[in-house]
DNA sequence: TGTACATCAGTGAACGCGCGTTCACTGATGTAC
DNA sequence: TGTACATCAGTGAACGCGCGTTCACTGATGTAC
């Protein structure tokens, strides 16, 4: 193939990032092969080593790659209160949970997360930080370290509900496990006031 | 090897289930090998189609036996609005984060249930929905489709909790989300008058 | 009561396959002369 | 300006391995005579 510029081989390595992104949100870390990936990169497998020392780090990375992602998305809402229901209100719909491929990593990932190398852990639990202060900051709390564990719960709550909803066979019930759960994420962050914290 | 009596075969069957149970929620369904889950199980890999059709089919058969455990579980806890409490206490516990083979096969599970076969979609479906009707008649609501609703939310909530504290590589802030997690759910749960589901 | 036989849960080797990973090689290019 | 060469992103075949699944076989037993 031809020399290309320093900028040529980093820009493949990002497309096999986005990539990896999709598929492993689509099919899971181990039902996603470097070699279909690869592929779908436009590339062949033998590739792959030249831009990451093993699978683990591509998912390392690609996860990370996914929550800055998640990051700007949240971060295209409008500002303060306002922009946190629209953030609650498009994680939790129809159109979220049916399509995996393009949604939260979290939800479609942190089983097998959980299951992978502290590497992989640690670059999960840096992004997710990342993406929390982010939206805690509309909070505008005096109490960051509050505002953070708010956020947190509430985001772990969507997460959870999102999951429940996906494996849900009764279509129906599924829906109302996303309203019945922006319901939820909303009574719990109008309690944002510090003295409120124990009912 | 002897001919037994059929309950013989029926209990190889379900030892083989109950293995798999914890293997499945320790190390995932990609993770569990049928050699070396039927080898746990005091057997060899061929005996294995003996007892079910597919790999699929015992993982629908372990999610189901799971579900059905975890309804013992919680209905061994007091009666009423204490029990619920004591359910949200244990669930939300650092013991439970880190002993994902003994504990909630949803937590453990979620994402790749929602990536596998119909069938075991729905025998998740039928087999939460056993354990959330059970937990759901603590709260003796007339309102009994509301109560439903109430707790299947309020558990998806706990799953979600649960899965993020385990992801994270940051031990003090792990802790601290099931806290936060307890609050949240009891917050939700003393909200459970049908007149107060809009806030 | 003693013996031959049918039963069938379990054995263990083998199957094709896709996995993650390695590596000798290719070939288009920028650079040196 | 023209030519030889070094570079290096990408190729594609091959590696050992464990996967899910199949199947001819084993052998201890309850039953029939």
């Not at 279909?36 to 033998?46: I, K, Q, V």
């Not at 700007?72 to 719909?93: D, K, M, N, T």
């Not at 509430?154 to 019930?173: E, I, N, Y």
Request: charged share 25%; proline share 3%.
């Amino acid at each position: 193939m031809a020399r290309y510029g320093k900028e040529h081989k980093q820009a493949t390595r990002q497309r096999i990032i986005d990539v990896a992104g999709g598929r492993l949100k689509r099919d899971g870390i181990h039902g996603s092969g470097i070699a279909t990936l690869m592929a779908d990169a436009g590339l062949t497998n033998g590739a792959f080593y030249a831009h990451f020392e093993s699978k683990e780090d591509l998912v390392a990375s690609a996860v990370a790659e996914q929550l800055r992602e998640q990051r700007e998305s949240f971060s295209a809402q409008p500002p303060g209160r306002a922009g946190l229901e629209q953030i609650v209100r498009a994680y939790l719909s129809v159109a979220h949970r049916d399509n995996p491929e393009g949604g939260c990593p979290s939800a479609a990932l942190l089983d097998e997360i959980t299951r992978s190398t502290d590497a992989t852990k640690r670059a999960y639990t840096d992004g997710l930080l990342v993406v929390i202060d982010d939206v805690a900051a509309r909070l505008a709390s005096d109490d960051p370290k509050w505002a953070r564990m708010k956020t947190l719960s509430v985001f772990a709550l969507m997460v959870g509900t999102l999951q429940v909803s996906r494996a849900l066979s009764d279509r129906k019930l599924a829906d109302e496990v996303l309203e019945q759960g922006i319901q939820n994420a909303l009574a719990l962050l109008d309690a944002d006031h510090p003295s409120m914290r124990r009912r």
